[in-house]
Structure formats: C-alpha cells, structure tokens
C-alpha cells in the first residue's frame, strides 16, 4: 500500500492529525533518519494531542462561561478581598468535584463572585469535568421550556449528570412555590452524586426567606449547606473599581 493509499485510509477514519503528519514525514527527508517505532511514536503523539485538545475545546465551548478567559492564575489577591490563596489552589485541584462537594462563592455586587466561579470552572475543565454555567433566572426559564415541550425529565437527567454546575445570581430574588420545587428536584438529583457551585451576593441565612415555604427551604439547605466550601470575597475598600472593571469586563 502506497503512503497515499494511507492518508486516504487515515482521514477516512478521522485520524487527520495523524494523515497530515505522515504526509509531513513522506516530504521531509530528516524523518528518513529516524525508526518504524519512532516515526510510528511521533504520528500516534500528534493525533493524541489533537484529540485532546479538541475534547477541551470541546467541553469548554459547552460550559457556556460567562467569562471564559477567567484564570486562577490571576485573581486578585488584594489583602481588602481577604481572600486564601492556599485555599483557593486547594480547590483548583477539582478534588472537591471528585468528592462531590459543593462550593459557595459569596460577596457584593461586583466582587469578582463570577469571574471567581468560572477560573474555577475552566479548571475542571481542564481535568476534562463536564461543566455548565448558567444564571439561576435562565435556569428557571430552561425547566419552563423542557416542562412546554414534554421533556422535563430528560433535562433534569442532563442536569443530573453534569459533574459541576455552576449557578450564578443564586437566591437574588424571591421564588415562587413551583421554582422552589423545581429547584428542590434539581439539588436533591444532584446531593452527593455532583458538585454545583453556587455565586451569591446573600449568606445561606439570607436564602430561607427568598423560598416560598419554610419547608422547601430547609430541604434545599440542608443538602447545600452542610456540604460545601465556602469562599467569602469582602470589599476592598482600599481600590474604587469594581472586579468587573479590574478584570476589564464590561459593566
């Protein structure tokens, strides 16, 4: 079989990184230097990387950030935040996510709770985590929509199997009795079985009242609350700018 046959054959089974290596290697003489085995090494590498990265790619795109350039790597450690850098790296392990633990991110209004949330979603990531990020108001939307169209359950499935959700503008407002039970499905499906992050300018005390019995709340409560980190990001009273500003996002 001719080299040409091969690619042919390797695109046809979708292995074009590995066509277009070997089509390299046929033009260039100094690979005519190397082994079977070593030829053979650096073909598989490349097609292995690219199927990787395509994957991250992949699942990144699906994680629908809100702020996808977010990075651990530059959070601000401004000593007004008082937030913990050994605390923070800890959790950028993901261990927490095999653990099934969850997380809450709390602070003001243009703290950095979201820009916080998604560095650590991109960290998941990138240990290949299926993640998504939604905003509580268009994850209450999402449930009226699958309810409509008579596929409620399999979104509550889908919901179920996202190893990290992250839930952003969590308890902002009121709910009414059919949110809260929508809500209680969803955190019970996933008690112990997945990690949600939850980004919210109320400390968990401030949740009850926003539920619209007192029941649904403590059911709620209690699988969250006795099973979470929590990261509390304080105001920096010594800089004026917001984090959205700091981070150059837009207001």
Known sequence: ???????????????TTMAEALETQTQDASYQTLSFEERLGILVDLEYTSRKNNR????IRQAN?????????????????QLD???????????YIEEHHNLMILGATGAGKSY??????????????????????????EIIIAKAEGTYQKYIKGIK?????????WMLVSL?????????????????????????????????SKF????IADAILDRIVHDSHVIQIHSDTTNDKSMREFYGLKK
């Open 1 to 15: 079989m001719t080299n040409h046959n091969t690619i042919d054959r390797l695109k046809a089974m979708k292995l």
């Open 116 to 141: 916080l949330a998604c560095a650590f979603g991109m960290e998941a990531c990138k240990q290949f985590y299926s993640v998504r990020y939604i905003r509580l108001p268009d994850l209450l939307n």
């Open 65 to 81: 950030f809100d702020q996808p350039n977010a990075s651990l790597t530059d959070i601000n450690y401004s000593s007004g935040r």
């Open 161 to 169: 199997k996202t190893q990290l959700l992250i839930i952003d503008e």
């Open 212 to 215: 619209s019995e007192g029941t």
């Open 56 to 59: 991250l790619n992949r699942i």
């Open 85 to 95: 850098k050994g605390v923070i790296t800890r959790l950028g392990s993901c261990q």
């Open 176 to 208: 009414t009795e059919t949110e809260s039970r929508d809500l209680l499905e969803i955190v019970h499906a996933r008690h112990k079985r997945a990690s949600t992050l939850f980004c919210s300018q109320f400390a968990p005390i401030g949740w009850h």
